[in-house]
């Protein structure tokens, strides 16, 4: 495709409800990237994929919340028990190689915890 | 760990003052810096990034950035600015995995 996307764009659920927030990356690029912005506050690291492997999940911000990738396309990036902290925009990003090459960004997901 | 620091949190300014951002990092190896932007309802997109060599980088748009490695710093300039250039602008370096570190971030506005 042209660009990273994600979907959806815009997600509200209630507290203890499960969501699943999706990225599609650029074709052929091998490593990609999941951040969250919370309000007023900057971009954090979540996990990242080289291939369908995540070799650190270590900045996933507590066991509820789980990555995969399916071969290098799709990935997803799963909140279970959603709590209001959670409300953040979520952000994808993708790469050719990890480490210096530019990162190519979605335009995220909007996720409200109510 | 790696941090970054931006310290001006929102710059106001008039179109065709000159513009500087400040971004300094806690790192002292070998880094690889960026400025990012955010246009309003768009995307992040990347105006620039140092590697290594030169230390001023030129990227798009008429911006600017120097790599003072005593200063641990990487501040971003613009001699110019115009009403377009309103957006936030990030400052990152290159994590462990590859992955960016982001400051959190500086809102400009330009007036016209």
């Known amino acids: 495709g042209a660009g990273v996307s994600q979907s959806p764009s815009n997600k509200v659920t209630e507290k203890g409800k499960d969501v699943e927030l999706r990225c599609d990356p650029i074709?052929?690029?091998?490593?990609l990237y999941w951040y969250r912005q919370r309000l007023g506050q900057g971009l954090e690291f979540l996990i990242y994929?080289?291939?369908?492997?995540?070799?650190?999940k270590s900045g996933l911000p507590s066991d509820r919340f789980s990555a995969e990738r399916t071969g290098e396309s799709v990935s997803t990036l799963t909140i279970q028990r959603t709590q209001q902290e959670d409300s953040a925009v979520y952000l994808c990003?993708?790469?050719?190689?990890?480490?210096?090459?530019?990162?190519?960004f979605g335009p995220g997901t909007r996720l409200t915890v109510l | 760990a790696q941090s970054v620091s931006q310290h001006n949190h929102h710059v106001i300014l008039s179109e065709a003052a000159s513009l500087e951002l400040g971004c300094n990092y806690s790192?002292?190896?070998?880094?690889?810096l960026f400025w990012y932007v955010q246009y309003p309802g768009q995307h992040l997109q990347l105006l620039l990034k140092?590697?290594?060599?030169?230390?001023l980088v030129k990227g798009i748009k008429g911006f600017e950035a120097e790599f003072i490695k005593s200063k641990f710093s990487f501040n971003l300039r613009k001699p110019s600015v115009q009403w377009s250039d309103t957006a936030e602008y990030f400052c990152?370096?290159?994590?462990?995995?590859?992955?960016?570190?982001f400051g959190k971030g500086t809102k400009l506005s330009v007036k016209p």
């Open positions: 074709s052929g690029h091998t490593a």
């Open positions: 790192y002292g190896g070998t880094v690889n």
């Open positions: 140092y590697f290594s060599g030169d230390p």
């Open positions: 994929f080289q291939g369908n492997s995540a070799p650190d």
């Open positions: 990003a993708s790469s050719l190689r990890p480490g210096t090459d530019t990162q190519y």
């Open positions: 990152a370096v290159t994590g462990s995995q590859g992955n960016l570190i």
